[in-house]
């Protein structure tokens, strides 16, 4: 059974910074991709950032380019991010993806986590 475990959601003052981890159990994605997606309340959910897993190849979502990174670690089947300068608009639940053979920033998707809330005040 493949699952995502997401962690380090919180809440955190505009300005502020949050690290996200998603690991991944049960199935390796190291010839697929990882990354993130998030939601806001009465939004659709948004790409955030991805990352090919064989190699050091990113892509972002225009809102968040410049503030946050993505990154990896292929041995504990890992993604990280790292989310700096937060602004209260990042406010949303940021959900794991991943598949094994699929760019899921075109996607969709096979896997998801539950998702993390990402709260940031004004």
């Known amino acids: 059974q493949v699952q995502l475990v997401e962690s380090g959601g919180g809440l955190v003052q505009a300005g502020g910074s949050l690290r996200l981890s998603c690991a991944a159990s049960?199935?390796?994605?190291?010839?697929?991709?990882m990354g993130w997606f998030r939601q806001a309340p009465g939004k659709e959910r948004e790409f955030v950032a991805a990352?090919?897993?064989?190699?050091?190849?990113?892509s972002y979502g225009d809102s968040v380019k410049g503030r946050f990174t993505i990154s990896k670690n292929n041995i504990k089947n890992t993604v990280y991010l790292q989310m700096n300068s937060l602004k209260p608009e990042d406010t949303a639940v940021y959900y794991c993806?991943?598949?094994?053979?699929?760019?899921?920033?075109?996607?969709?998707?096979?896997?998801w986590g539950q998702g993390t809330q990402v709260t940031v005040s004004s």
């Open positions: 990352v090919i897993m064989s190699v050091d190849s990113t």
């Open positions: 993806a991943a598949d094994e053979t699929r760019w899921i920033k075109t996607g969709p998707p096979r896997y």
């Open positions: 049960g199935r390796t994605f190291s010839s697929g991709s």
